[in-house]
């Protein structure tokens, strides 16, 4: 049933329905009646919500969730057989501990703004990683990162969460940032990131995005990524590509390009 569909992905998002009554331009009471199975959506409402939740609009009728991306991280193990609607992908081991210490150190810096949950830390993720493969040609983190209707999702991001949950090392803390819903991650006092996992030159740079971006709200960094080439040339639900970053428009570029660069 399309209700029971609709409000298992409003939940399954942390979404309220005071959210999703504003972004479908209705009262609370009436997206109720939505959910409940009293009201029918209109096509436009039926599109909208399918662009909220990600999910293409054949499959939002059909109550389907449409193809699954499953991110493993590479072990030596026998790898389970994929089925038709996923697809997998694999993470070097080491790519997968540079990122739990590069997120412990930025949670360790800026996880207590007020305004710093998952939105905010996905589009720190992604700017800190795409700006570094601007300026230095170079892979930083070089994580897969989703092109979704909120922005840029790190694949990775979920599953590293939820070990570190498990560990220990940092606890989910579930809030608001005014009138909206907000994911936060506290670090473990007793934990310190290993920094010798970085340079200098990329901890320098992680300390200057943080320093210029960590401020803004996630509606301000879900429009600055919206404005970014990577995200604009990707299709839905497809990886970004970060060899795209060299079109970008002046807007969101980083780099100081002389002649010989543009020729």
Same mark, same amino acid.
């Given at each position: 049933? +399309?209700?029971?569909?609709?409000?298992?992905?409003?939940?399954?998002?942390?979404?309220?329905?005071?959210? +999703?009554?504003? *972004?479908?331009?209705?009262?609370?009471?009436?997206?109720?009646?939505?959910?409940?199975?009293?009201?029918?959506?209109?096509?436009?409402?039926?599109?909208?919500?399918?662009?909220?939740?990600?999910? $293409?609009?054949?499959?939002?009728?059909?109550?389907?969730?449409?193809?699954?991306?499953?991110?493993?991280?590479?072990?030596?193990?026998?790898?389970?057989?994929?089925?038709?609607?996923?697809?997998?992908? $694999?993470?070097?081991?080491?790519?997968?501990?540079?990122?739990?210490?590069?997120?412990?150190?930025?949670?360790?810096?800026?996880?207590?703004?007020?305004?710093?949950?998952?939105?905010?830390?996905?589009?720190?993720?992604?700017?800190?990683?795409?700006?570094?493969?601007?300026?230095?040609?170079?892979?930083?983190?070089?994580?897969?990162?989703?092109?979704?209707?909120?922005?840029?999702?790190?694949?990775?991001? *979920?599953? +590293?969460?939820?070990?570190?949950?498990?560990?220990?090392?940092? *606890?989910?803390?579930?809030?608001?940032?005014?009138?909206?819903?907000?994911?936060?991650?506290?670090?473990?006092?007793?934990? *310190?990131?290993?920094? $010798?996992?970085?340079?200098?030159?990329?901890?320098?740079?992680?300390?200057?995005?943080?320093?210029?971006?960590?401020?803004?709200?996630?509606?301000?960094?879900?429009?600055? $990524?919206?404005?970014?080439?990577?995200?604009?040339?990707?299709?839905?639900?497809?990886?970004?590509?970060?060899?795209?970053?060299?079109?970008?428009?002046?807007?969101?570029?980083?780099?100081?390009?002389?002649?010989?660069?543009?020729?």
């Amino acid at each position: 049933m +399309l209700a029971k569909f609709i409000q298992q992905q409003r939940k399954k998002r942390n979404l309220t329905q005071e959210f +999703l009554a504003s *972004e479908l331009s209705i009262s609370r009471p009436t997206y109720v009646q939505i959910e409940q199975g009293g009201r029918d959506l209109t096509i436009t409402e039926a599109k909208k919500l399918a662009e909220i939740f990600n999910i $293409s609009f054949q499959n939002f009728l059909q109550s389907k969730e449409g193809i699954k991306t499953i991110v493993k991280v590479e072990k030596k193990k026998k790898q389970t057989q994929k089925q038709e609607n996923e697809i997998r992908i $694999s993470v070097p081991q080491e790519k997968a501990d540079k990122f739990r210490q590069i997120l412990l150190y930025i949670l360790k810096k800026v996880g207590g703004k007020p305004n710093v949950g998952m939105t905010v830390l996905y589009k720190l993720l992604y700017f800190i990683d795409f700006d570094y493969y601007e300026k230095y040609e170079d892979q930083l983190m070089g994580l897969v990162y989703m092109k979704n209707h909120h922005g840029p999702t790190p694949l990775l991001f *979920e599953n +590293l969460i939820k070990d570190m949950v498990k560990d220990g090392d940092v *606890e989910i803390v579930k809030s608001k940032f005014y009138q909206y819903p907000q994911t936060k991650y506290l670090v473990n006092p007793a934990i *310190e990131p290993e920094l $010798s996992i970085l340079n200098g030159q990329e901890q320098k740079h992680i300390d200057w995005e943080l320093q210029r971006l960590s401020d803004l709200t996630a509606s301000q960094l879900t429009d600055l $990524s919206h404005k970014d080439v990577p995200w604009i040339s990707a299709e839905d639900g497809k990886p970004l590509d970060f060899e795209s970053v060299f079109y970008r428009t002046p807007e969101t570029s980083v780099r100081k390009y002389d002649k010989t660069d543009e020729d």
